[in-house]
């Protein structure tokens, strides 16, 4: 099982990103699909989360309304599109996946099986 998440780099605050999460070795089409990130000096955070077919998404806070989760069943890929940035995203994001369907979509790392390497995503000010 693999998750390799790509897209970070280095925006400008008010810029936008797309980070993407492509996913294999397993069919994830019950799995709750999320991202995860952690600022320097921060505990890993969560960000948002979809159940994979779509429908139940969940934002934390600090980024509802400015990003946006979404899957392309057909290319196995999540994505997460990062609208007006702040310098208080800077932080690795990590895509995660749970092993199937519990009937919520969670924003607790544990219930996460299955996590991505991380992707740099910094916004300058």
């Known amino acids: 099982v693999q998750l390799q998440a790509f897209g970070g780099g280095l925006v400008q605050s008010g810029g936008s990103l797309r980070l993407s999460c492509a996913a294999s070795?397993?069919?994830?089409?019950?799995?709750?699909m999320g991202w995860f990130r952690r600022a320097p000096g921060k505990e890993r955070e969560f960000v948002a989360a979809?159940?994979?077919?779509?429908?139940?998404?969940y934002y934390a806070e600090s980024v509802k309304g400015r990003f946006t989760i979404s899957t392309d069943n057909a290319k196995n890929t999540v994505y997460l599109q990062m609208m007006s940035l702040k310098p208080e995203d800077t932080a690795v994001y990590y895509c995660?996946?749970?092993?199937?369907?519990?009937?919520?979509?969670?924003?607790?790392?544990?219930?996460?099986?299955?996590w991505g390497q991380g992707t740099q995503v910094t916004v300058s000010s």
């Open positions: 979809d159940y994979w077919n779509g429908g139940r998404t």
């Open positions: 070795g397993r069919s994830f089409s019950s799995s709750v």
């Open positions: 995660a996946a749970t092993v199937g369907w519990r009937g919520w979509v969670s924003a607790q790392s544990p219930e996460y099986a299955y």
